[in-house]
């Protein structure tokens, strides 16, 4: 059994990892793949994004397609408490902490740039989730035995 930073850790990592990981980055990138019309109307991307903008945004939603699926299997492995998850946590773990900070800046690049697409509510939230998420991932992998 891994050590455990608090009761049911692996449990509480796995629900954020599927949800903030699987759920949000890549299902919400696969559906801008497929319909980029339909993931802004929804709100998945920026109505106010400068053409530019789209072909970065584009490319990042290929990138976390091509690498989100390991979110849903390391989720539900950690869920289960497998030993194979706690390797493979490191994945999404390291990647959300990475998307935290490549997104504060993005839209921080765009706010000076005069281009704003994101609120500062919106900017923290998301960050805050990514960056506790990708934490508390690394953690519960870093102390699994």
Known sequence: MPTQIFPYANIIVGILVF??????HWLGQLISIVDWDFATKIGLQDKK??????????GIA???????WIYG????????????????AWFPGVIMIYH?????????????????????TV????????????VLTVLVAWNAN
């Open 19 to 24: 949800i903030a990981g699987f759920l949000f």
């Open 49 to 58: 994004a400068l053409p530019e903008y789209k072909v970065y945004e584009h």
């Open 62 to 68: 290929v990138a976390d397609v091509m690498i989100g």
């Open 73 to 88: 299997i390391a989720a539900v492995g950690l869920i289960l408490n497998t030993a194979w998850a706690y390797k493979l």
């Open 100 to 120: 935290s900070f490549s997104f504060w800046f993005w839209i921080g690049n765009q706010n000076k740039s005069g281009h704003p697409t994101t609120s500062s």
């Open 123 to 134: 900017r923290i939230v998301w960050f805050l989730g990514n960056f506790i998420t990708g």
